[in-house]
């Protein structure tokens, strides 16, 4: 089974930026969809972002015109470039391979 594992995360001050990676062990064409969920404390999980094989992007409305998802097929690997950071970005964020494959997560704190 593929493997995946998140990177990138960290403490940033509101208005910035990170890139989240999520490596694959094997190829990510061994999923049809990628995709970003993350999870707040006391919250759940929640959609974020995906990315299909062909490239088809989708996002939730709290991180669409902010956020971006690629993939470099070549290196295994999706990305989440999160600009304008927000508080309520807070989570833990987890890259997930569909069908059924997620990452152990990587935390993002916003500060205000």
């Known amino acids: 089974q593929v493997q995946l594992v998140e990177s990138g995360g960290g403490l940033v001050q509101a208005g910035g930026s990170l890139r989240l990676s999520c490596a694959a062990s094997?190829?990510?064409?061994?999923?049809?969809?990628m995709a970003w969920y993350r999870q707040a404390p006391g919250k759940l999980r929640e959609y974020v972002a995906t990315?299909?094989?062909?490239?088809?992007?989708n996002y939730a409305d709290s991180v669409r015109g902010r956020f971006t998802i690629s993939r470099d097929n070549a290196k295994n690997t999706v990305y989440l470039q999160m600009n304008s950071l927000k508080p309520e970005d807070t989570a833990v964020y987890y890259c997930?391979?569909?069908?059924?494959?997620w990452g152990q997560g990587t935390q993002v704190t916003v500060s205000s």
């Open positions: 094997g190829s990510i064409f061994s999923f049809d969809v």
């Open positions: 997930y391979g569909s069908p059924g494959s």
């Open positions: 990315i299909t094989s062909d490239g088809r992007v």
